[in-house]
């Protein structure tokens, strides 16, 4: 062990001494690509393990989901297939993508189990700014933080516990928050429902934006903790651990959240058929 502690020591001072050598730029690169795959830094769905996670769900029998920050419905279609026996109710913010979301949806057999929001979930009722960037739609937030050109737009935001209860939804299967860092704002809004215990499962973005929110993975820990079981998104399963500062990695992830009173989709989620004492405690 004593060798091998020399040998960080000297490699730390060497690399150190010439960061500026092409041949350590260029292994400083590899790292960091090296890095950003292990941490799976990656948005396709069909890559990170989203998609995968949606099929090893699918036996729970899923029957209602929220689709929060719906974009184009990339995630939603594939949910939907993914569960054939669920309904959603889906939210964008953004009028031209709300607009393409629902052309998608009307080209489908799925019209009748989606209903369409024009408008975003958010803490409580109200309208607000937010920023639609024309060439990269997917980047709309409710604030100018990118630097491309932007179009402020007046939208409507609606709160979720008022949602659920004018739609008559008894339980939430499955919420899907992707909303460029006004996650915490969404969850916010659905205090009572998620009080009540009446969501089984949250997949949530956390990433770079948390910079600018000041709210950090820890925060999401502390309003979920009690009541979920909290994991990161990986393509061969989710990554269910308890907090530590070190996971403030700023990356954009997706973190699974499980519901503690059903172990069965902690297993499922796992990829197991049911929930052994190791999983459970694995998660704690």
Known sequence: MPVFDDFKTRSRRLIARNRDSASVRALHR????????YQNDEW?????????LM???APAGFTTIVDVG????????????????????????????????????????????????????????????????????????????????????????????????R???????FLKIDVEGAEHLVLKGLRRTLAEGRVSCIQLEYGAFSIDTRVLLADYYAMLAPRFWIGKIFPAGVEFRDYHWTMESFRFSNFLCVSRERPDLLALAQGQAAATPQAVERAH
Do not use: K
């Open 44 to 52: 396709d769905m069909c890559v990170n393990g989203e998609t995968a």
């Open 70 to 165: 719906a974009h184009v419905g990339d995630w939603l279609v594939e949910a939907l297939g993914a569960w054939p026996g669920a309904s959603g109710h889906a939210f964008e913010i953004a009028p031209a993508t709300f607009g393409r979301l629902q052309r998608r949806i009307e080209s489908t057999a799925l019209t009748d189990r989606v209903v369409l929001n024009a408008c975003g979930l958010g803490e409580a009722a109200a309208t607000r700014d937010i920023y639609y960037y024309p060439d990269h739609p997917n980047l709309t937030c409710d604030q100018p933080r990118h630097p491309y050109p932007s179009q402020a737009i007046t939208a409507q935001i609606v709160d979720g516990d008022s949602y659920v209860a």
């Open 30 to 37: 590899f790292a960091t690509f090296i890095e950003a795959c």
């Open 167 to 173: 739609h008559g939804i008894g339980t939430i299967d």
């Open 55 to 57: 099929r090893r769900l």
